[in-house]
């Protein structure tokens, strides 16, 4: 059995995660399970490049998850999952996240390259009781803010909805108030 023929012919002669024609190669998910059909995928030079090598990802390029994270093959399955966790603290990823539903074994499978895992460096945002917040959750004040650069105040209460975070420190969050972007320490803000 030719691997790549046969993925030719599942994936209709394109990449299976983002459905470009050009440049395809064979990807053998790691670790291999069968060393067959279903440990592979038929990927373009652009996909594979950025699997491969993390410091080149663009995250646009990965909006294109949002179809294929549904396909009925494995591979592409794990992946997509792999690609979304590591893309996770923009937002938009998670939230594919929340909706994919892989079996037991299948999750396992995409996380034994430890993808999704929380490194030793990663920076971590919790509120004042501790809790973890992360891109696109919602917070609320627990004091008066002044507004610096501005007669503003951010009142106590205030919800900052699809707040995001700053990935250089831990304590600053960024959301609106009243119409405006400001910088909001974490120390003052409870999660929703």
């Given at each position: ?78 992946i ?14 998670q ?13 396992e ?84």
């Amino acid at each position: 059995m030719n691997i790549e023929r046969e993925l030719g012919k599942r994936s209709n002669h394109q990449c299976e995660l983002c459905a470009s024609p050009e440049k395809l190669s064979v990807l053998e998910v790691q670790p291999p399970r069968n060393r067959d059909l279903e440990d592979n995928l038929l990927v373009c030079e652009i996909c594979r490049d950025q699997i491969e090598n993390p410091d080149n990802t663009d995250p646009n390029h990965w909006r294109c998850l949002n179809d294929s994270m549904w396909s009925e093959h494995t591979p592409v399955k794990v992946i997509a999952w792999r690609m979304l966790s590591r893309r996770r603290q923009e937002g938009w990823p998670q939230d594919l996240l929340d909706m994919m539903y892989l079996e037991e074994d299948i999750l396992e499978w995409a996380k034994a390259t430890g993808e999704g895992a929380p490194s030793e460096n990663q920076i971590i945002h919790r509120d004042s009781n501790g809790a973890v917040i992360e891109a696109g959750d919602s917070v609320v004040l627990i004091k008066d803010l002044p507004v610096k650069g501005s007669s503003m105040v951010a009142k106590r209460g205030t919800a900052v909805r699809r707040v995001s975070l700053d990935h250089e420190n831990a304590e600053y969050i960024e959301g609106k108030v009243d119409g405006q972007q400001i910088v909001i320490l974490t120390k003052f803000v409870k999660k929703l």
